[in-house]
C-alpha cells in the first residue's frame, strides 16, 4: 500500500508493479541486472518505492512499448527518458498544415488510403508511445476503428485495406499483451465471439485492457460453437467468459446463444458481455454482466478481487 509520511509518499511493489503494469519479479529482476530501481526498505526488508521510481519506471514502460529492449532503457535517467520519448513522438510522418503533431487520425487513414504498411505500423507504434496503452485503446484504436467502417461504408477504403488496417491493429494490440504478466488474485478471463460473429477487434482491445489491469487472458478467437465455449471454459480453468457482440450480430441470435451459456457454463464461471451489440440486449437473466465501458470492466474487475480473489 501506498503510505503518505511526513516528508515523502511511497509504495508497496505490488502497488509500483499495478502503476507501472511492470511485474513484481521483473522489478526485483532489473534491480538485480540494471541497478535501478533500488527502493528504501522497510525494517523488515520489504520494499518501499518512491513517487521518483514510479515515475521513471512509467517511462520506461512506455519506451519498452515502443520497442525499446530494457537494457537499452532501465538505467536511463528521467531527463533521457523524457527525451527519447520525444524523439520518439517526432519519428511521426511529416505533420500535415492542418494538423498538430503527435497521432493523426487522418493521417493514418491517408496511409491506409495509400496502402503503406510501414507507415500504418509507425503510425500506430508512435501512437502507443505518445500515447500509452490505455489512450492508445480509447482515444487512437477505437476512434480508427469506427472511422475506417465509415469510409469502408461510403466506398472510400476496399475490404481489403479495412482488412489490413485489421490485421496490422491486432499484432501491435498482441504485441502489447505480451509484455504484461498476470497479478496475484486477479481472474483469468477466457475471451471469444458468439457463432457467425467475425468481429474480433473488440475482444483484442479488451484483452490488452484486462492484461494491464492484471487479469490472466485466453483468447479464443472470433466465431466459437457455444460447446465449445463451455468446453474451453472447463478446460481452460477460467474465472469468466467474456463475450464481444458487435452492431452487426442479430440481436434474438446473440440472446439466445446467451441463454445457453448461462445454462451451460460452470456455476462458478462468470458471464460478461461487451462491445456495441450488447447495448440493444436485454438482460436475458440474473447471471450476466453487460459491461459497456472500461470503467465498468475495471469495476467488475475490482468486485471479482474482492469476493473471490
Ligand atoms: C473491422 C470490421 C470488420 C472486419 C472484422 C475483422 C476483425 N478481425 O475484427 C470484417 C471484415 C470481418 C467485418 C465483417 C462484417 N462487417 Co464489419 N466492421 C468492421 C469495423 C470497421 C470495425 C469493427 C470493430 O472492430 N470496431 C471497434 C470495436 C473495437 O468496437 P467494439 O466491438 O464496440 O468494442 C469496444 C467495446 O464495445 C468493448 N468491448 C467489445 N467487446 C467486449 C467484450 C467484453 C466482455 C467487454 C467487457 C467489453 C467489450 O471494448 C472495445 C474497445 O473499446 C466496423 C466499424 C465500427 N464502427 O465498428 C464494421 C461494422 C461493425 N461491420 C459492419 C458490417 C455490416 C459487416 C458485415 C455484415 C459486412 C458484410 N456484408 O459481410 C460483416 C459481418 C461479418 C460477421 N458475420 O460478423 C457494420 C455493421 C452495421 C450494422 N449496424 O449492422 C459496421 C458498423 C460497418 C459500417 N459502418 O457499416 N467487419
Excluded: C
Excluded at 495509400?114 to 505518445?130: H, P, Q, Y
Amino acid at each position: 500500500m501506498a503510505t503518505k509520511g511526513t516528508n515523502k509518499q511511497q509504495y508497496s511493489i505490488r502497488v509500483a508493479s499495478r502503476l507501472t503494469g511492470i511485474s513484481p519479479h521483473t522489478l526485483r529482476m532489473w534491480e538485480r541486472r540494471y541497478g535501478f530501481p533500488v527502493p528504501e526498505r522497510t525494517p523488515g526488508g520489504a520494499r518501499r518505492y518512491s513517487v521518483e521510481d514510479v515515475e521513471r519506471l512509467k517511462l520506461i514502460s512506455r519506451a519498452l512499448e515502443a520497442g525499446y529492449r530494457p537494457n537499452e532503457v532501465v538505467a536511463k535517467s528521467l531527463e533521457s527518458l523524457e527525451e527519447i520519448m520525444v524523439a520518439q513522438a517526432e519519428v511521426l510522418p511529416p505533420t500535415a498544415p492542418d494538423h498538430g503533431s503527435g497521432p493523426s487520425l487522418d493521417r493514418i487513414i491517408r496511409l491506409v488510403e495509400d496502402d503503406d504498411v510501414e507507415g500504418i505500423r509507425n503510425e500506430l507504434r508512435a501512437a502507443v508511445a505518445v500515447l500509452g496503452p490505455k489512450r492508445f485503446l480509447n482515444d487512437f484504436a477505437h476512434p480508427l476503428l469506427v472511422k475506417v467502417g465509415e469510409r469502408w461504408r461510403e466506398g472510400h477504403l476496399s475490404v481489403r485495406q479495412e482488412h489490413l488496417t485489421s490485421e496490422l491493429l491486432t499484432t501491435q494490440i498482441r504485441a502489447l499483451i505480451a509484455g504484461y504478466e498476470v497479478a496475484q488474485g486477479a481472474p483469468t478471463v477466457l475471451l471469444t465471439t458468439l457463432p457467425d460473429e467475425l468481429h474480433s477487434l473488440g475482444l483484442q482491445m479488451v484483452a490488452l485492457h484486462l492484461a494491464l489491469s492484471g487479469a490472466g487472458v485466453r483468447l479464443l478467437g472470433p466465431n466459437a460453437p457455444i460447446p465449445d465455449i463451455v468446453s474451453a471454459a472447463a478446460a481452460l480453468e477460467v474465472d469468466v467468459v467474456g463475450i464481444s457482440v458487435s452492431v452487426a450480430a442479430p440481436a434474438s441470435a446473440s440472446r439466445g446463444y446467451i441463454e445457453t451459456l448461462l445454462d451451460e457454463l460452470p456455476r462458478k464461471v462468470e458471464l460478461w458481455v461487451g462491445g456495441d451489440g450488447s447495448m440493444d440486449l436485454m438482460e436475458p437473466r440474473k447471471g450476466v454482466r453487460f459491461l459497456h465501458s472500461f470503467d465498468a470492466i475495471e469495476q467488475a474487475l475490482a468486485e471479482w478481487r474482492r469476493t473471490r480473489g
